[in-house]
Nanobody, 127 residues
């Protein structure tokens, strides 16, 4: 079991920045990759960025050059970050942290392939 708790969401004006955090605890050594997804009402959950155990990061085209995903592995716990700069109105969403535990490759931006999810943190960008 892996527990994920997001924090850092809030309201910001367009062009501003926010840093999301995801505290991962439990069987974090079993995780193959960690990622961020977002969802707005009535839409499917979409991948934002994910990072593998080797540190290689992948980004959705819509956030490339603006968002940065990073990982801090401690002795017991792991923290995943998402630095969001130059925020756009369309970045408004509930942001979720996800972990994949299993063999093989990371599921990437396919939400259905991930194993564990946090409860989310709301990001609201206003003009």
């Amino acid at each position: 079991q892996v527990q994920l708790v997001e924090s850092g969401g809030g309201s910001v004006q367009a062009g501003g920045s926010l840093r999301l955090s995801c505290a991962a605890s439990g069987a974090t050594r079993s995780t193959t990759c960690l990622g961020w997804f977002r969802q707005t009402p009535g839409k499917e959950r979409e991948g934002v960025a994910f990072i593998g155990s080797s540190g290689n990061a992948n980004y959705a085209d819509s956030v490339k050059g603006r968002f940065t995903i990073s990982l801090d592995k401690g002795n017991a716990d792991t923290t995943l970050y998402l630095q969001m700069n130059s925020l756009h109105l369309e970045d408004t969403a509930m942001y979720y942290c996800a972990a994949y535990v299993g063999r093989g490759y990371c599921p990437g931006f396919r939400a259905s392939g991930w194993t564990y999810w946090g409860r989310g943190t709301q990001v609201t960008v206003s003009s």
